[in-house]
């Protein structure tokens, strides 16, 4: 490996950027005193890593390595130094075959590290030349006061000589991070024995209170099966006897209906027949006495004709024909008379026949839609009635709930239903109440703190603790009414918002309570601002910069500092809230019950006149059927009467052929007159015939009617209270379906159709009732039990559990970090009793050499210990016995400190290295040995020299000059020598 550069900008005195390529042979670097050359060699041990300020000669921050300005200059805000070297025999442990470390400095004291222009840790770089020989701590950068540092140090600070030149300070570094880790792992085995200790003085008596929890909750699961299966075979037979009767009840409903139609039918009927009988006796008595007065008239009208044919009888030559003539005259008159009449009366009676059945058919249109608006608004009251019923007990349910503490944490629960347990007052949020409109809001504020339990002072809460604590119950928070402080939003703030329309209220102003508690339900409430809405509390929220939690009226929260928590969670909503929102579902539902029953009474106001529609359309059908018999009577009795005019016509032109002569015009208008009345009265009594026909057939019926009437009463009656009884049963039925059906979903979150899946009864009925009663006899006998115990001894095993492991673990980890160190230890031990035995006799050859005689060599003070062992120098020149280095002159210590570097590099070759004036104190001649010594190692090694002596620069292949033209400023120039 070779140096190739070394690049500085910004470092101490070298604010241009300066690069000094370092070519073969010896690199020296000269300049006067106060130049700034010796900061080139700090600027290659700070980029190395060195971290002490004082090494690098700064003050007392690493910042202080910047440039700071001169008269001329402004200061910089960054230093960096870069060593660019070639790698091509991969000496460094790294595949790049040309590798730059550069180190950056920023004016905040903040240090960064490249390899290759990428970042890295300044680790990498330590790891990456530690083994190098070439590391900050080496002895490839040596200065003049290090020179002296070799000799005058103590014996053991001149074992790091040996373990340099050992190589083994990697080694040394692994095993101190070897032992901080055995320490390290000693601490946490230390810990985890205290911890298994204490955890195992816990671990029997909650193994304990876990197999009784676990027994109770095994027969309690099979308690809740066994009962879920029960239900859901109630709930299939419920809803089978619940089919059947509604079958029946259907049925029933469905004849009375039958009988109600029927009965109404019957009775339009009777009534109506009674009303056509009426009118048919009146009009019978009516065409009855208009028929005695036609007779009268028919008789004196019969009586004058027979005086005028009486006294015409002599004119008439023959009175047979004539009285024939007459006669056939009379019936032709009467016939034409009477065929007139029935064909009006037949034209009047089918357009009556048409307008009745249009009539009928508009009658029935209008029955069947009231009908149906009646059955469509008695379903809607009958669903409504349910539903008011089902919420009716849900809120009793509730009711229940919030006078119970069944809805609480256990722990909270046992401490309230403790009367053993003095100055226990009540959860918070049993101890306040509020309007409708705000509980959501109330709940929100509160959240888990209304099952907080409020307490006389701390004692009382401190006997509660104890309670939980020593039967394992769980954990409970108290508010002590001595010590609890109320809070308040502060004035300034409420200054603020007041008058803001979306303000409502502090929320402690919106709740009632005990004047005992105000200092609790104010510590919790106090200091909640209330607002109408989310947009509204995001808005006061940034006014009062989120000093104080916000609520709305409809459960959103604005926290302090912010958060915002909204949305819905039925199961997290209040007891008081759900309450609220069943009554106003109730309320809206009487509402509509109200409306419902208002059309229903309006359709009882309408049921005369629909009884009234019905009558009409049952005599408007009969009345149709009877103008439809009358219409084919008054049919035949036409055709009959044409005939009979058509057979008289005949006979009265044979009569005229006998007899042609003229009858008298008196005669004939007594004719015309006596048979219109004749028709008259013929017509007359068929229509007396058919109303006397009419009257026996209503007579009849009438009679028929009453008699089915009390037939169907009877059955009517037995049928309504057979209704009644079913309906009863019905409604006890539901009650119970709700009720199973209620407790599957409130108790054990199932519905029916889940529940009649998966849970299968594995006995009789009778069996199953008999286990669900032995089971809970068990379940009693064990007393209070913590169900909690499970899951904390499954958490504190398993934990003491993973510590035994992790025991077991430690304990391998410190045998085989022990066995790491040994290793370390006997590579260390090898190495250094190899490396102490050649660098001692390498070190007498040098110094025997530079001193052309004389005796130099190692010691150590303790040679079975070598590990620990303290190094010390022996050094006699020639013709000189000194027992202490100490006694050495200036020179003869430089000279000594030189052969042992020298002796180092002979046995352990370095890339570089860095000399710093270290021949200061020799003369020209020891001079002249050095720079010789140094070209003979200047084969293996790179050397860069800085000094100030001519006689050493000679030996110098290259040579770099640093001047300080400018005052502060360094400068970097090519020297050459004359």
């Known amino acids: 490996m070779k140096l190739l550069r070394i690049d500085i900008h910004g470092f101490k005195s070298f604010a241009d950027k300066v690069t000094i390529d370092i070519k073969d042979g010896i690199t020296g670097i000269v300049g006067p005193n106060g130049s700034g050359k010796s900061n080139i060699v700090d600027a290659v041990k700070w980029v190395l890593g060195e971290q002490s300020v004082k090494a690098l000669r700064g003050g007392g921050v690493m910042s202080d390595v910047i440039f700071s300005g001169s008269k001329s200059r402004k200061p910089l805000t960054r230093a960096w130094v870069s060593l660019t070297f070639d790698n091509t025999n991969q000496y460094l442990k790294t595949d790049l075959r040309e590798v730059e470390i550069k180190r950056v400095v920023y004016k905040s004291g903040e240090n960064e590290y490249y390899l290759n222009n990428e970042i890295v840790r300044l680790k990498d770089i330590t790891n990456l030349f530690i083994d190098s020989g070439s590391s900050v701590n080496s002895l490839s950068i040596i200065s003049q006061g290090k020179i002296g540092e070799i000799i005058n140090s103590r014996p053991e600070e001149k074992r790091s000589i040996l373990e340099e030149a050992a190589g083994v300070l990697k080694y040394k570094k692994r095993k101190q991070e070897t032992l901080r880790k055995l320490d390290k792992t000693n601490d946490n085995l230390s810990k985890i024995n205290l911890i298994i200790d204490e955890l195992t003085l816990s671990l029997e008596p909650l ?103 009486e006294r015409k009888k002599f004119e008439v030559e023959d009175s047979l024909l004539e009285e024939n003539l007459i006669n056939l005259k009379e019936k032709e008159l009467s016939l034409k008379n009477k065929i007139k009449l029935m064909k009006e009366e037949l034209i009047s009676k089918e357009k009556e026949l048409n307008d009745q059945q249009t009539k009928n058919e508009d009658l029935i249109k209008e029955l069947k839609n009231v009908n149906t608006k009646r059955n469509l608004l008695l379903n809607e009251l009958t669903n409504l009635t349910k539903e008011e019923s089902s919420l009716k007990n849900k809120i009793d349910i509730i009711n229940d709930n919030i006078e119970s503490n069944s809805r609480l944490p256990f722990a909270v629960r046992k401490v309230l239903d403790n009367d053993r347990l003095k100055g226990i007052h009540n959860c918070l949020g049993k101890l306040i109440e509020t309007e409708e409109k705000y509980s959501t809001t109330i709940d929100v504020s509160l959240g888990f703190l209304a099952n907080v339990i409020v307490v006389d002072n701390e004692n009382s809460a401190r006997d509660a603790i104890s309670y939980l604590k020593n039967n394992s119950l769980g954990r409970a928070t108290f508010f002590p009414l001595n010590v609890i402080k109320p809070r308040a939003v502060d004035p300034n703030t409420l200054n603020k918002i007041k008058d803001d329309s979306s303000f409502i209220s502090k929320a402690s102003d919106l709740v009632k309570y005990n004047p005992i508690y105000r200092n609790v339900v104010l510590n919790q409430l106090g200091n909640i601002i209330v607002v109408d809405n989310l947009n509204n509390a995001n808005r006061i929220g940034r006014l009062i910069n989120y000093a104080y939690k916000i609520v709305t009226l409809d459960g959103e929260l604005l926290a302090a500092g912010g958060a915002i928590t909204g949305g819905t969670s039925k199961s997290n909503m209040g007891l008081n809230t759900q309450k609220f929102e069943l009554e106003n579902s109730i309320k809206l539902l009487k509402e509509k019950v109200k409306e419902v029953k208002l059309k229903e009474e309006e359709i009882n106001d309408n049921n005369y006149n629909l009884k009234i529609l019905e009558n009409k359309v049952f005599d408007s059908v009969n009345n149709l059927n009877q103008l439809k018999e009358t219409t084919l009577r008054r049919k035949s009795a036409l055709n009959s009467t044409e005939n009979e005019l058509e057979s008289i016509i005949n006979e009265k032109k044979g009569t005229k052929g006998i007899l042609n002569k003229n009858i008298d015009l008196e005669v004939d208008k007594l004719l015309k007159k006596y048979y219109e009345k004749k028709s008259k009265k013929e017509n007359l009594e068929l229509k007396i015939a058919d109303e006397n026909g009419i009257k026996n057939d209503l007579q009849s019926e009438i009679s028929e009617i009453e008699n089915n009437n009390k037939s169907v009463s009877a059955n009517y009656n037995r049928l309504v209270k057979e ?256």
């Open 207 to 309: 193994k304990k209170q876990a197999e009784v929890a676990s027994k109770y909750l095994d027969l309690k699961k099979d308690l809740e099966s066994t009962e879920i299966a029960l239900i859901a075979h109630d709930i299939k037979e419920l809803n089978e006897k619940h089919h059947q009767l509604k079958e029946k009840a259907d049925t029933l409903d469905d004849q009375i209906l039958t009988i109600d139609n029927s009965n109404i039918e019957s009775n339009t009927k009777q009534e109506s027949l009674k009303l056509k009988l009426l009118k048919i006796e009146e009009s019978l008595q009516a065409k009855t006495s208009e028929l005695y007065t036609l007779n009268n008239e028919l008789s004196n009208l019969d009586a004058e004709r027979k005086v005028m044919l």
């Open 723 to 978: 209704l009644n009884e079913i309906k009863i049963e019905l409604s006890k039925t539901e009650i119970k379906l709700d009720n199973h059906l209620q407790r599957l979903n409130e108790e054990y979150s199932l519905t029916y159709e889940k529940a009649s899946r998966d849970y299968i009864l594995n006995e009789d009925i009778k069996e199953a009732r008999t286990k669900v009663n032995s089971l809970k006899r068990e379940i009693k006998m064990l007393g209070d039990v913590n169900t909690g115990s499970i899951p904390e001894y499954e958490r504190i095993n398993t934990r003491y559990t993973f510590l035994l492991d992790q025991k077991e673990d430690l304990n391998k980890s410190i045998n085989d970090i022990l066995n790491v160190i040994d290793e370390l230890d006997i590579t260390m031990e090898d190495r250094l009793k190899t490396t102490f035995k050649e660098l001692n006799e390498e070190f007498g050859k040098v110094f025997n050499m530079l001193f052309k005689g004389g005796t130099g060599k190692l010691i150590l003070e303790e040679p079975d210990d070598i590990l620990n062992t303290g190094l010390d120098i022996i050094a006699e020149p020639p013709g000189k016995d000194i027992k202490n280095t100490r006694l050495l002159s200036g020179g003869e210590s430089t000279l000594t400190a030189i052969a042992l570097l020298f002796a180092i590099l002979n046995i352990r070759t370095v890339p570089f290295c860095v000399l710093d004036e270290i021949e200061a104190a020799l003369d020209e001649a020891n001079v002249d040995m050095f720079g010789n010594y140094l070209k003979k190692l200047n084969a293996e090694t790179q050397f860069i020299i800085v000094t100030h002596k001519k006689r050493t620069m000679e030996y110098t292949d290259n040579l770099y000059g640093v001047t300080m033209q400018e005052s502060g400023v360094s400068k970097l120039v090519s020297v050459k020598l004359d």
